[in-house]
Nanobody
Framework: QVQLVESGGGLVQPGGSLRLSCAAS????????MGWYRQAPGKERELVAR???????NYADSVKGRFTISRDNAKNTVYLQMNSLKFEDTAVYYC?????????WGKGTLVTVSS
């Protein structure tokens, strides 16, 4: 059974930074995509950033230049460094693990950007 555990959310002022972490455990193929999605109140879940096991990345336009996704394959852990946070970044952030033929989600971690 695959499990994803997120950490690092919290309350931050506009312009501040946070770092999210997500550790995956269980039977995980070495070839996979890990990513972060977010869902703001009243909105659909959207992709924030993804990274392949080979290190290729893609980002939502709204976070390009502010957020950086990275991973440690030895630890099956993905990170999201979030800088220059804005009010509109407030959301529950979900970790995702995309294996061939299966998709897994964490329970989410709340990020609140507020003054």
């Amino acid at each position: 059974q695959v499990q994803l555990v997120e950490s690092g959310g919290g309350l931050v002022q506009p312009g501040g930074s946070l770092r999210l972490s997500c550790a995956a455990s269980g039977s995980i193929s070495s070839i996979n995509i890990m990513g972060w999605y977010r869902q703001a109140p009243g909105k659909e879940r959207e992709l924030v950033a993804r990274i392949t096991s080979g290190g290729s990345t893609n980002y939502a336009d709204s976070v390009k230049g502010r957020f950086t996704i990275s991973r440690d394959n030895a630890k099956n852990t993905v990170y999201l460094q979030m800088n220059s946070l804005k009010f509109e970044d407030t959301a529950v952030y979900y970790c995702n693990l995309d294996l061939v033929g299966a998709n897994y989600w964490g329970k989410g971690t709340l990020v609140t950007v507020s003054s």
